[in-house]
């Protein structure tokens, strides 16, 4: 290679890295925990309560048929000796019948509680992204990461307060 062509390959090589730098540089990124900021907002904890509410009355009756289950089993100990095999039989058979209903009541229960525990989160989520990149947009930013992706970043990129405060102004609780 001629001299002149190494001179050449390292003034571009540094053009290239100055460029480089100048590009970086003006990048604007922010963080968001975008899992706590839909966690807190306001809406999610009126559901959270609302859902609690709604099904407080079935998680009161699975309250009673363990506390039934405990009574059977209790009086089935307690008479072992003293029940007539028919008596215990009985016994036995109901408490079946109760731990299937406590099963089954327990397993619609979880899965009805989990299913709009989801429509709410996903609404809410969906939202919440939109709040974020209109305020990215308004602070400039380029790049927005959620921070459960990232191993550090400066306290003063985080947008996870100001996303929260204003999805609470863009979707008040009614």
Avoid: W
């Avoid at 480089?20 to 999610?44: M, N, S």
């Amino acid at each position: 290679m001629h001299p002149n062509t190494h001179q050449r390959v390292f003034a571009m090589a540094a053009c290239a890295a100055l460029f480089a730098g100048v590009a970086a540089a003006q990048i604007k990124v922010a963080v968001v925990d975008l899992r706590q900021a839909v966690l807190e907002t306001a809406e999610i904890k009126k559901a959270s309560a609302e859902l609690e509410a709604k099904y407080k009355p079935r998680q009161t009756e699975m309250e009673k048929l363990r506390k039934d289950l405990e009574d059977i089993q209790q009086r089935l100990q307690a008479g072992a000796d003293k029940l007539t095999q028919q008596a215990a039989n009985d016994l036995q058979l109901q408490g079946q019948r109760k731990q299937r209903d406590f099963q089954r009541l327990g397993q619609d229960l979880q899965e009805e509680v989990e299913a709009e525990r989801q429509e709410i989160l996903s609404r809410t989520s969906q939202r919440m992204v939109g709040v974020v990149k209109k305020l990215a947009d308004a602070r400039g930013m380029d790049i927005v990461v959620d921070s459960s992706g990232t191993l550090f970043f400066k306290a003063a990129l985080d947008l996870t307060k100001d996303a929260l405060a204003e999805y609470d102004r863009a979707f008040p609780v009614k």
